[in-house]
């Protein structure tokens, strides 16, 4: 059964604070995501990374930094927490796309992290 | 920039029914638009898959269709049951990332 696992379900952290959401997956996708939902927004991308070592910056990458150092996981980074970043962020992955094969990508449970 | 709208944020109908959702999407031309399930607390599910090339696809009571030409995709969930009750994503391919729509909310009643 294929699996996204994120580090933690709920989060609590205090503004300025440095927080780190990690994401694995053990499907061997060369692609990871990281998203951020809010109610009336929707899905917004924040990261995303094609390689190990690699990545691209989303829609939303202000206040964000992430690092892939091995192909299974992928972090995201507050460098200083603020209130605005008080959300549910949401991990994926995906092989890479062809035109004869399926893009979809396979999501985690989310983190909701609140910062206070 | 791209823009993808589905079309209402909330769709009720009576348990058997036919419900229809609807993405719309400007400024673009994707090779495909994916269509995901999510729950409350949940991350989203992948559901279907529709190429430009395919007009029509179907998966047991699911069935999308893409209309290049109108640049919208309909979804559709035939006989309609309580447990179909959720918020359903369109995603248009933008190269190795998708862009999602804001979703509708699906309530099925009994």
């Known amino acids: 059964d294929v699996k996204v696992t994120q580090s933690s379900r709920y989060l609590v952290k205090r503004t300025g604070e440095k927080v780190f959401l990690e994401c694995v997956q053990d499907?061997?996708?060369?692609?990871m995501f990281w998203y951020r939902q809010d109610p009336g927004l929707g899905l917004r991308l924040i990261y995303f990374?094609?390689?190990?070592?690699?990545?691209e910056k989303g829609d939303i990458p202000e206040g964000y930094s992430v690092s892939r150092e091995k192909k299974e996981r992928f972090s995201l980074i507050l460098e200083s927490a603020s209130t605005n970043q008080t959300s549910m962020y949401l991990c994926?992955?995906?092989?890479?796309?062809?035109?004869?094969?399926?893009?979809?990508?396979?999501f985690g449970p989310g983190t909701r992290l609140t910062v206070l | 920039s791209q823009k993808i709208e589905q079309n209402s944020e909330a769709l009720n109908i009576q348990e058997g029914k036919t419900a229809t959702l609807t993405c719309n999407y400007t400024?673009?031309?994707?090779?495909?638009l994916q269509w995901y399930r999510q729950d409350p607390g949940r991350g989203p599910v992948f559901l279907l898959l529709?190429?430009?090339?395919?007009k029509e696809k179907r998966k047991e009571r699911l069935k999308v269709t893409f209309d290049t030409t109108l640049k919208q995709s309909l979804f559709h969930i035939t006989a309609s049951q309580p447990a179909d009750s959720a918020t359903y994503l369109c995603?248009?391919?933008?190269?190795?990332?998708?862009?999602f729509g804001k979703g509708t909310t699906l309530s099925v009643s009994s």
């Open positions: 995603a248009l391919e933008a190269g190795t990332a998708l862009i």
């Open positions: 499907m061997d996708h060369e692609n």
């Open positions: 994926a992955s995906s092989f890479t796309p062809d035109r004869t094969s399926y893009n979809e990508q396979f």
């Open positions: 990374s094609y390689d190990v070592k690699m990545k």
């Open positions: 400024n673009y031309s994707p090779a495909y």
């Open positions: 529709i190429r430009e090339n395919e």
